[in-house]
């Protein structure tokens, strides 16, 4: 009867051991998914401001303006046009 008592007793102190190692390890799992989803909440703000700064940069206006004022680009005049239309 001694032994049978002895073995529950490990058997209960095994289990619990158990317990407290999964609850231990559900824990560091938890925290590294809370650390991983903050860096991809920065990851997200951060590709919004690397979009909207190449839309800034690629601006139409923006492009436009440093041709003409960095490369001296201009318009060419209408003799300047040659118009290619398609063969049918």
Same mark, same amino acid.
């Given at each position: 009867?001694? $032994?049978?008592?002895?073995?529950?007793?490990?058997?209960?102190?095994?289990?619990?051991?158990?317990?407290?190692?999964?609850? *231990?390890?559900? $824990?560091?799992?938890?925290?590294?998914? !809370?650390?991983?989803?903050?860096?991809? *909440?920065?990851? !997200?703000?951060?590709?919004?401001?690397?979009?909207?700064?190449?839309?800034?940069?690629?601006? *139409?206006? $923006?492009?436009?303006?440093?041709? $003409?004022?960095?490369?001296?680009?201009?318009?060419?005049?209408?003799?300047?046009?040659?118009?290619?239309?398609?063969?049918?």
């Amino acid at each position: 009867m001694i $032994r049978f008592d002895a073995l529950l007793v490990a058997l209960v102190v095994a289990s619990a051991l158990g317990v407290v190692a999964a609850q *231990h390890q559900a $824990r560091k799992l938890f925290t590294e998914l !809370e650390r991983q989803q903050a860096r991809s *909440h920065g990851l !997200e703000v951060e590709w919004g401001q690397l979009q909207l700064e190449q839309s800034t940069w690629a601006a *139409h206006a $923006r492009v436009e303006k440093l041709a $003409r004022e960095k490369l001296g680009m201009r318009p060419p005049v209408s003799a300047q046009v040659i118009v290619v239309e398609p063969q049918s």
